[in-house]
């Protein structure tokens, strides 16, 4: 039967169940020092996916809050008498349309390019 420390004295963690040995110190740090670009690299990597995919989508959710905003504006209940005449919805509805098909296509086609479909 093993006793609890038996593994430790085994792999060099400690000597007689007490002391840490120099030599696993020393690797450990080794080790460490070999492992910690891969680390970081993949921190960037991760960060600089995200910083991109939210700049690329950035003007997606602008596009949304448009909709939001005009539906809000002509809600009579909200805004009373001082609501968009006709002429004006149909500008801002065609614009907001407008800025939504860009974004659209500027998504597409970032997009596109990252998997290299272009």
């Known amino acids: 039967m093993s006793r609890p420390g038996d593994l430790a004295i085994a792999l060099g963690l400690t000597e007689g169940g007490t002391d840490v040995s120099a030599f696993w110190i020393s690797g450990a740090f080794h080790h460490i020092s070999r492992l910690w670009p891969l680390i970081l690299l993949g921190k960037l990597c ?12 950035g003007n997606l959710p602008h596009a949304l809050i448009l909709v939001f905003m005009l539906r ?6 909200i805004m ?19 800025v939504i098909l860009l974004t659209a296509v500027l998504f597409g086609s970032t ?8």
């Open 46 to 57: 991760t960060i600089a996916l995200l910083h991109v995919a939210l700049f690329q989508s």
């Open 80 to 98: 009373g008498r001082h609501t968009n005449p006709r002429w004006l919805n149909v500008v801002a509805w065609g614009l907001t349309g407008l």
């Open 72 to 77: 809000l504006v002509n809600n009579p209940r």
């Open 111 to 118: 997009l596109a390019g990252w998997l290299g479909w272009s």
